[in-house]
């Protein structure tokens, strides 16, 4: 299959705390895009992560794809307010020319 | 730059009408798409271009149609609006032909009652 499954689907937390959203699937991906999601606007890509053990770290969100390019992972260090929204994952579908995506993570940060 | 520009932003219709969803880009992209966005289900593609005159089927691409006469414009139309197309729809573009980190317009919104 070539389904992406986001988990957990909703998470809220206080200002402050860490957080760890992951991406999974049960076939390899060549490469995996990560989009973030703010109310009334359209994604915005935050990285691609290309290389299986890969981490890429953007401030305070570290990115990583797993050594057998199944799954990623995306944490944020010490979450504000300001990264409240909708994390989504992406990967390339095996037909070619089709991005495909998780069904998402809502995150919200309470001051 | 202004980037992809959809218009509307927002839209209600009755079932049965038909409207047209535009899309623009001015980024020279030659790969362009439609996503439909509902709740708890992430983005799906109804139909993708990867150049003028060149389109294909997404995921969910019954009740849409579109086309691809320019590379600037990538229309979704909706021929018999249904209450199950109430729902965020994102037009983006990437170089390439897919696969590309993606570019997203804002958004229309449209409601079917």
């Not at chain 1, 691609?48 to 990115?63: A, I």
Request: with cysteine; hydrophobic share 30%; glycine share 12%.
């Amino acid at each position: 299959t070539q389904l992406l499954e986001q988990s957990p689907q909703f998470l809220s937390i206080q200002e402050g705390e860490n957080l760890t959203v992951y991406c999974n699937s049960s076939s390899v991906f060549s490469s995996l895009q990560w989009y973030r999601q703010e109310p009334g606007e359209g994604p915005v890509l935050l990285v691609t992560v290309v290389t299986g053990g890969e981490v890429k770290k953007l401030k305070r969100l570290t990115f990583q794809f797993g050594d057998a390019r199944k799954d990623s992972s995306l944490h944020i260090t010490a979450a504000q307010p300001g990264d409240t929204g909708l994390y989504l994952c992406a990967r390339l579908g095996n037909q070619g020319g089709k991005l495909i995506f998780g069904q998402g993570t809502e995150l919200s940060v309470k001051p | 730059n202004a980037g992809v520009t959809q218009t509307p932003k927002f839209q209600v219709l009755k079932t049965g009408q038909s409207m047209t969803l535009q899309c623009a880009q001015d980024m020279n992209h030659e790969y362009m798409s439609w996503y439909r966005q509902d709740p708890g289900m992430g983005l799906r593609l109804i139909h993708y271009s990867v150049g003028a005159g060149i389109t294909d089927q997404g995921e969910v691409p019954n009740g849409y149609n579109v086309s691809r006469s320019t590379t600037e414009d990538f229309p979704l139309r909706l021929l018999s609006a249904a209450p199950s197309q109430t729902s965020v729809y994102f037009c983006a573009s990437s170089w390439g032909r897919g696969g590309q980190p993606q570019h997203f317009g804002d958004g229309t919104r449209l409601s079917i009652l």
